[in-house]
């Protein structure tokens, strides 16, 4: 897959239209089964169905085809850039990642070309908030807690006011299902609450309930 930037306009050419159509067409194949277990769900599950759920989405994840998941994440790369152009914030919590999670290495290329201040979540503690680390790419890294890499010197940064939060699934109304380590929850109880952008793919839509006290995400990018 191409990708030519340029340094001042971080826009990423589009996808064809029939690579758009055979990615649409696989997707909804993926979602054909996950919309049967969505019409068979209870109204909540315990929590031994969610995690039976989490490994199923987290399967259908792996089972990506490398070229849809390159077609997928350079759609999310546009979606975010698109976004980013109307409402210009100058800090951006991003992640870096794991378990096949949506790679946004070029949108994130783009971002800090045009200024933006990118930071990368690294955890304190198995029940404390997560911070953020100021981060360009190509730094050096290493592994931090739970081996997700981390920048090798750390300067820490305020919690930035919009975080890309990856999605193992979300629901119709913007609810996400993490990995189960409760982080992002943590980090999102302190106010002021940033701006939370999902990254997911459309064929992780799931229903499952959510807590009351759960408050879902303000957007949701899945490259459709």
């Known amino acids: 897959m191409s990708h030519n930037h340029s340094t001042d306009t971080p826009v990423l050419a ?10 649409a067409s696989t997707c909804a194949a993926n979602t054909a089964s996950q919309t049967a277990l969505q019409a068979n769900a209870a109204p909540t599950l315990s929590v031994e169905s ?9 399967q259908m994840r792996r089972d990506l085809a490398a070229n849809q998941r390159a077609m997928l ?22 992640y870096w990642p794991i378990q096949a999670e ?19 979540p690294v955890v304190q503690g198995q029940n404390l908030p997560l911070r953020y680390a100021r981060w360009r790419p190509g730094m050096t ?3 931090g807690a739970m081996g997700v890499p981390i920048p090798a010197e750390i300067e820490w940064l305020e919690l930035p006011p919009v975080l890309l939060i990856p999605c193992v699934g979300h629901t119709a109304l ?4 993490g990995y189960g380590g409760g ?18 793919y459309s064929c992780l ?4 309930a959510h807590d009351e006290h759960d408050i879902a995400l303000d957007m949701i990018l899945t490259g459709k």
Request: glycine share 6%; charged share 20%; aromatic share 10%.
């Open 14 to 23: 589009h996808e064809s239209e029939n690579s758009t159509r055979q990615t």
């Open 50 to 58: 969610k995690a039976g759920l989490r490994r199923h989405l987290l």
């Open 73 to 94: 994440d350079a759609q999310i790369d546009q979606q975010l850039l698109n976004w980013w152009q109307v409402q210009r914030p100058t800090s951006i919590g991003v």
């Open 102 to 120: 949506a790679d946004l290495i070029f949108a994130y290329r783009d971002l800090t070309a045009a200024g933006v201040e990118l930071s990368l």
């Open 141 to 143: 890294m290493v592994n």
């Open 174 to 177: 913007g609810y996400r299902l």
């Open 183 to 200: 982080f992002y929850d943590r980090t999102l109880a302190h106010a002021p609450r940033p701006y939370t952008i999902g990254i997911s």
């Open 205 to 208: 839509l799931a229903n499952f």
